[in-house]
């Protein structure tokens, strides 16, 4: 009996420890498929979160887009209605008659009465003022800012010249005059107060040609930090009747709205001319444009902060009105450089070159007398050139006799003289 007993309690066992195996066996089994299922799901929710950013990266592309059209859309529109909007023709007023009729003055000078567009304020018109007309019946039809012509808001230097003082050889003198003249009044106006003098008006530059008027302008451009304002003369001369006036009226007008500044004119001798008894239209409107500038350099207005500058090379030509005190009260003389002139002038022009050790620029100043600046800087030029053409590592003697021979032959041929031989 004992032993039937023990079997059973060791069948038991066995049962016991074999149903809690394979209990053991399902709860890891359970966990590993938990296991799965929990990595499923992060798979699945990594999957879903890239989906959602895809989504929204491909809706905001979707917006982007469209606000690209949209605005696509509104350019073409304003373009469509700037084509389809009339040309309309631009008039002066000179008079308001009352609140329907006005006086005005068109393009080419005629005059006409006409009528004002319901849509524009009438208070709003004054005498000068700029206005669009209809380009069948005159009517005004829009009021316009008052803007000034393209050539004299062109002549504004925004970005200033690279050419300073040191880059100007042989005019020591004439940068002195020139600095106490343009610079003084505008950086130091208490000095002229404290003397109890009034600073000059204008400034003329007068030499021959190429020895260095306009350079020392854009000096002068470099190195205040004044607003400059540069014409040539000839921008002044307009072919319509009053057109050269105007220009000048709006040249002044702007430099009193950006002043301190300084206007520069080059050659002025191209409306600064003396007046003679020519009866020739365009003789005549040059005239008219030259009393304007008068009258603005020396007239009712005045040019507190406002320097004036010019240039020429006919002195003996321009008129006696504009050299007066009071209009160009200084005249600084821009001479041929003498030979220490000579040498500092090629001394900046070889400052980059690769020049041989023979090359001598004490001689080269000394048998360059009567040539300018400009010659000076051309001579430098050639002599590169002949280089080049031989094929030199760097710029010899002989290169450098060459240039001048030509250089010398080129001035002759000038004066109308019997030209050197270069290769003699």
Do not use: W
């Amino acid at each position: 009996m004992s032993s039937t007993k023990d079997g059973k309690k060791v069948i038991e066992t066995v049962s016991s420890e074999s149903s809690e195996l394979d209990l053991r066996m399902e709860i890891d089994s359970l966990r590993e498929e938990i296991k799965i299922l929990k990595g499923q799901i992060r798979s699945m929710e990594y999957t879903s979160n890239l989906e959602r950013e895809a989504y929204k990266r491909e809706l905001a592309g979707a917006y982007d887009e469209v606000n690209m059209l949209r605005r696509e859309r509104n350019l073409l529109k304003k373009q469509l209605d700037d084509i389809m909007k009339p040309p309309m023709l631009i008039g002066e007023v000179l008079e308001v008659i009352d609140r329907s009729e006005i006086i005005i003055k068109n393009g080419t000078g005629q005059t006409f009465i006409t009528t004002i567009s319901n849509d524009i304020i009438t208070d709003d018109l004054k005498i000068g003022s700029r206005v669009g007309l209809d380009r069948n019946n005159l009517v005004v039809m829009r009021l316009l800012s008052q803007g000034k012509d393209p050539i004299i808001m062109g002549s504004e230097l925004i970005e200033k010249p690279l050419v300073s003082y040191d880059d100007v050889g042989g005019l020591e003198d004439s940068i002195v005059e020139l600095k106490e003249a343009m610079e003084l009044p505008l950086t130091e106006p208490k000095l002229f107060k404290k003397i109890g003098i009034k600073p000059p008006n204008g400034v003329l530059l007068v030499g021959p040609p190429g020895t260095g008027k306009t350079l020392l302008a854009k000096a002068v451009a470099n190195s205040t930090g004044a607003t400059f304002i540069r014409l040539v003369g000839s921008e002044l001369v307009q072919k319509f009747i009053g057109e050269g006036g105007r220009l000048v009226r709006e040249l002044f007008q702007m430099a009193r709205e950006k002043k301190p500044c300084i206007i520069f004119i080059d050659e002025l001798d191209a409306i600064g001319a003396k007046r003679l008894g020519m009866d020739t239209t365009g003789d005549r409107e040059v005239q008219r444009t030259l009393m304007q500038l008068l009258a603005e350099m020396d007239g009712f207005h005045p040019l507190d902060d406002i320097g004036i500058m010019a240039a020429t090379n006919r002195k003996d030509i321009i008129d006696e009105a504009l050299l007066r005190p009071g209009r160009f009260d200084r005249i600084i003389n821009v001479p041929l450089p003498d030979k220490k002139g000579r040498r500092k002038i090629l001394s900046i022009h070889t400052e980059g070159m690769k020049l041989a050790k023979r090359v001598d620029l004490d001689i080269i100043a000394e048998k360059t007398e009567e040539m300018s600046g400009a010659d000076l800087r051309n001579l430098c030029t050639e002599s590169g050139m002949f280089a080049i053409r031989r094929k030199h590592a760097s710029i010899r003697k002989e290169d450098m006799d060459d240039a001048l021979i030509k250089t010398m032959e080129r001035k002759d041929e000038a004066k109308g003289a019997e030209p050197h031989h270069m290769f003699s």
